[in-house]
């Protein structure tokens, strides 16, 4: 432990941003790093509990205060190498993970948490930046070969884990980029993308074997894969979008949320929309769904010069702090306000969309109602939601985002050939050790878990390699 009474000296600070005014004008990260003085002390308000609640609260179990300690003894590359050893790929998650550790962390019981995330950031940047993040092939290979597919965070982290333990993979990507929702969804001024870039020019160094544009199901078949190598991992994460099937829905102007993500993401990449082009240049734009996705919508419409932006979320507004009946160290159920929304946008809770209206075949307005929400069943949680009487009107609208989530994984030819079966949800299942109904097909990340977060991707790759590991060397338990 830093300083025995370091919470108590030392306030928490949060990483500098640039204004409002300069960053929308641009698409690059905007946040500015600590200085290492700063991280020490930073460091030094981590208590080393005995029971580290943060490590609880990490998917990954990062052993958050060995490092903490580590970073205040001025002894970076130690501290890089223990946060390794849990987390494949720190510079994603200290860049966009939602922190859970945070609200898990002991210190924010009562006062603001360890800075955690920042300080994941600061060792990783700091290791590549002095040199000692080196490509470290395995010494021997086992002679097997196993084919990953899709390259999301889930998909990487399988591909590394894998690729450390001597197997030969090779990692099949249906697009013309690498990272998945990590390049193609979330937009740069969260993740730049040379950071994506960087870990899988690594990776190549160390053996893993990449191919793009070879949808699996089309261009290859499963079965083809399933011949040729000991073992398949499927990580296509969950595609499919949820639509807003209500009157007007044919309208022009009305898109799902990664058509709009992913054309400013390939654009920014010097890539080619290949798609009709989708702009909020000028546009009074809704958005509906207040998730991360909507709020990547929200910023991504401002850089492009929209006129207005509107934020539309079904359920009620959160508190801006913890309600009695969310205590710590559950994760904080509280109005988490993005720098997107900060950037200039409105925001309407308790609202549903009953219509869209138009012209000439084009989206003009929202019929919105309002909604009442009654207290919460208690057997189920659940809050029943009414319409409140005589509460309509209408909002302008030029360009409608639909974020409102994902139901599971594409039903297409990469799980029909075979059968493999979904669940009810239309996620992959995948057994104790990740395999699906068919032998040595295994699968992991949101196209077994549904949406969900980098770090459970991540999470996810490591646990599915493991038992491949074990599947490949004859250990597997099912
Ligand atoms: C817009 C958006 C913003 C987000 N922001 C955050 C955030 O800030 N923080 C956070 O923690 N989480 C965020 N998430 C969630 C997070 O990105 C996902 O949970 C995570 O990327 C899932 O990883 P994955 O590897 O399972 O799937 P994905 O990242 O979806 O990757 C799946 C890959 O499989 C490929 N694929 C699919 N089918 C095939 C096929 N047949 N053949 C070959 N390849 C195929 C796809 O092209 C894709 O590259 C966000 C999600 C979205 C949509
Ligand atoms: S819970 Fe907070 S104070 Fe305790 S070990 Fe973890 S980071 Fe440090």
Known sequence: MGEVKGFLKYNRLELKKESVEN??????????????????????????????????????????????????RDRWQDAAKRLLSTNNFPEFTGRVCPAPCETSCVVSINRPAVTIKNIEKSIIEKAFND????????????????????SGPAGLASADQLNKRGHSVTLFEKNEVLGGLLTL????????????????NLMKLEGVEFKINCDIGKDIKLSELQKNFDAVVLCSG???????????????????????????????????????????????????????????????????????????????????????????????????????????????????????????????????????????????????MTEIPNSEFEIEADLVILALGFLGTVKNNLLDELKIATDQRSNVIGDKGYMTNLNGIFTAGDMRVGQSLVVRAINEGRNVAESIDEYLMKEYKA
Request: proline letters at 6%; one cysteine or more; aromatic letters at 6%.
């Open 23 to 72: 960053r929308i004008t641009h698409y690059n990260e905007f946040l500015q790093p600590l200085t290492e003085e700063e991280l020490k002390t930073q460091g030094a308000r981590c208590m080393d509990c005995g029971i580290p609640f943060c490590q609880s609260g990490c998917p990954i179990d990062n052993l958050i205060p060995e490092w903490n300690d580590l970073v205040y």
């Open 131 to 150: 040199g000692y993040i080196k490509p470290n092939p395995p010494k021997n290979r086992t002679g097997k070969q196993v084919a990953v597919v899709g």
């Open 185 to 200: 969804g979330i937009p740069d001024y969260k993740l730049d993308k040379n950071i994506v870039e960087r870990r899988i």
């Open 238 to 384: 969950a595609e499919e979008p949820r639509d807003l099937k209500v009157e007007g829905r044919e309208l022009d102007g009305i898109h799902f949320a990664m058509d709009f993500l992913k054309q400013q993401n390939r654009r920014n990449g010097n890539r080619n929309v290949i798609e009709k082009e989708i702009s909020a240049k000028g546009k009074n734009v809704v958005v509906i769904g207040g998730g991360d996705t909507g709020s990547d919508c929200i910023g991504t419409s401002i850089r492009q010069g929209a006129k207005s932006v509107i934020n539309l979320e079904l359920m009620p507004q959160l508190p801006s702090e913890r309600a009695k009946g969310n205590p710590w160290p559950d994760w904080a159920l509280i109005d988490r306000v993005s720098t997107s929304i900060e950037e200039g946008c409105k925001r309407e809770f308790a609202v549903m969309t009953k219509a869209f209206l138009g012209k000439d075949g084009n989206i003009e307005k929202l019929k919105i109602v309002k909604l009442k929400f009654g207290f919460p069943d208690p057997k189920t949680g659940r809050r029943s």
